[in-house]
């Protein structure tokens, strides 16, 4: 059993930056890729981000460079770096813990956090 808590949202202006963290607990990170996911009001949740262990990243195609995941395998913990951020990343993202990145991309997760707000004012 692995248990994720996000943390680091909050309300930030257009084209601000702001880091989420991912804290996994019960298993090694090594164990799992790391995807990260976001829900927007009245929408579908979708695929954000995903590496593996070893750091390999792969990402959707709105991220456009802007968004950077990375992992800390000492502290068990991974993050996503978000960059010129807009209105419409305005979501509650979540981290989740995978089988391999290709899952993650089809939003196959074995284990989810319980998410954290991300607010964007324009």
């Known amino acids: 059993q692995v248990q994720l808590v996000e943390s680091g949202g909050g309300l930030v202006q257009a084209g601000e930056s702001l880091t989420l963290s991912c804290a996994a607990s019960?298993?090694?990170?090594?164990?799992?890729?790391m995807g990260w996911f976001r829900q927007a009001p009245g929408k579908e949740r979708e695929f954000v981000g995903a590496?593996?262990?070893?750091?390999?990243?792969t990402y959707a195609d709105f991220v456009q460079c802007r968004f950077t995941a990375s992992r800390d395998l000492a502290k068990d913990t991974v993050y996503l770096q978000m960059n010129s951020l807009t209105s419409e990343d305005t979501a509650v993202y979540y981290c989740?813990?995978?089988?391999?990145?290709?899952?993650?991309?089809?939003?196959?997760?074995?284990?989810w956090g319980q998410g954290t707000q991300v607010t964007v004012s324009s």
């Open positions: 989740a813990a995978g089988r391999n990145t290709q899952a993650l991309r089809q939003g196959e997760a074995r284990y």
């Open positions: 019960g298993r090694p990170l090594t164990s799992y890729a």
């Open positions: 590496l593996t262990w070893a750091g390999a990243d």
